[in-house]
């Protein structure tokens, strides 16, 4: 039998398994992952990581070798305006401005980020076994058996569900969410800029919902890029070309001569939270807990605060020679994290709501409000605070960079 066993290998999952390992290394953990083993050198995607999320990368001892591999944004431009505007009016900036000696955010490949911590999880002895689902629950009194799809079981003490925003393991266990579609998609995909990005990142707010310029390593920028579904789905599938001639509307002329370099891939957008973190020996965190809107970019972010208070929990539980399946012990990391969790949820939603429309009173009053935070120094560094995850009272051991 396991003491943990987690389900779903991406970020949140593989970053939780080390968490509880480098702290508790005598609790015998694996990791099972449905993709077979080299579909994640797929991924061409980055993410913005915030501040308080690399301090955790630095605890686990991987940073060195993530940060070449990372683009510092050390700048951030956002406009309100429409496609047809020949100058798009700035409303906030964030110049240069860090939290505690840093960047507030970087951007990271995913392969460099799920590469790093995969091979952290070999060095610690966690086994990863792929291309393996969980087909169904069933939970004891002290432990909980989870049905795999070769047809085996897996008993352990605890469950630790990161199977992601269409979490199945979140369904086995009877945990129902609030959900709703935004009736967007976010197209993800790479380009390449004939001029330097100095590390700024940029978010304009159209009226079909947010158009988020992101800054990568070599003259390279993410993109992410909210449109109406059907919308999405045609600009993905259209010729090179047009989705070139399309994306240069939007992206304009300052960096250059544009060109995709990546794949390109709609996401359909939705909020999903779950109604609880937890059940008897059964806990869920990242995507699988909470899936909110791109907007802000916060969606690991959050995950990864997820992984600090529940690894803190855990391994707390256990020093004290308690059960770390025990629902009063997995209470204490839903009532950490839940509240957090439903006002992100919440404010992406009034975000999305609030700028991807084009009605002039809302127009107005938003740029007001842009305009207000821009002004005010005090305001505004307590938002970039927020941003980089440095401020929050609640942050768990890791996010502050201390060892649990
Ligand atoms: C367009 C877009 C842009 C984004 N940009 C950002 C950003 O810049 N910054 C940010 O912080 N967040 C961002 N996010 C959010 C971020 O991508 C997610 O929050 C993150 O991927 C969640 O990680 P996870 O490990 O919880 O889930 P996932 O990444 O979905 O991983 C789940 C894993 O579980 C596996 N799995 C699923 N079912 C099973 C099963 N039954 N058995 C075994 N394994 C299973 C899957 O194969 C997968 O590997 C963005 C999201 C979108 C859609």
Same mark, same amino acid.
Request: aromatic letters at 0%; hydrophobic letters at 10%.
């Given at each position: 039998m396991l003491d943990m066993l987690v389900v779903g290998g991406g970020y949140v999952g593989l970053s939780v398994a080390v968490a509880v390992k480098q702290a508790a290394p005598h609790l015998d953990i694996a990791v099972i992952e449905a993709a077979p083993d080299h579909v994640w050198k797929k991924d061409m995607r980055a993410s913005a990581i915030i501040a308080a999320a690399t301090k955790m990368l630095e605890v686990f001892g991987i940073w060195d070798e993530i940060e070449p591999e990372a683009q510092p944004i050390n700048k951030m431009i956002v406009t309100d305006s429409r496609m047809s505007d020949p100058v798009r009016p700035i409303f906030l900036t964030f110049d240069g401005e860090v939290a505690d000696g840093r960047p507030f955010a970087h951007m990271i490949p995913n392969v460099a980020m799920v590469g790093a911590l995969r091979g952290l999880c070999e060095r610690l002895g966690i086994e990863i076994r792929h291309g393996l689902s969980a087909t169904g629950l069933k939970t004891g009194d002290t432990s909980i058996e989870v049905s795999l799809s070769d047809g085996s079981t897996q008993q352990s003490r605890l469950l630790v569900a990161c199977d992601g925003v269409r979490s199945t393991l979140r369904d086995f266990a009877g945990i129902k969410t609030v959900t709703w579609d935004y009736g967007q998609s976010g197209i993800v995909t790479t380009v390449e800029h004939?001029?330097? @990005? @100095?590390g700024c990142a940029e978010e304009h707010f159209l009226p079909s919902g947010p158009f988020a310029i992101l800054p990568l390593r070599n003259n390279r920028s993410s993109l992410v890029w909210t449109e109406r579904t059907n919308d999405a789905n045609r600009l993905v599938a259209a010729d090179d070309l047009v989705f070139e001639e399309e994306l240069e509307r939007r992206f304009g002329h300052k960096l250059g001569a544009l060109k995709v370099v990546g794949a390109k891939r709609a996401f359909p957008l939705g909020l999903t939270l779950a109604r609880s973190f937890v059940a008897p020996r059964f806990a869920l965190a990242g995507d699988a807990a909470h899936g909110i809107h791109p907007i802000s970019g916060q969606g690991l972010n959050l995950g990864f605060k997820d992984v600090a208070a529940l690894a803190e929990t855990i391994v707390e539980a256990d020093r004290l020679g308690l059960d770390i399946g025990a629902i009063n012990i997995l209470e204490r990391y839903q009532s950490w994290r839940r509240f957090d969790t439903f006002r992100m949820g919440v404010t992406t939603d009034v975000l999305n709501r609030l700028f991807s429309n084009d009605t002039a009173p809302i127009r107005i009053a938003r740029d007001f409000g842009l305009g207000i935070v821009d002004r005010l120094p005090g305001l505004k560094s307590f938002f970039i605070g927020q941003a980089a995850g440095t401020?929050?009272?609640?942050?768990?051991r890791l996010l502050s960079g201390q060892t649990i």
């Open positions: 004939e001029r330097p @990005h @100095h401020t929050a009272r609640d942050n768990p």
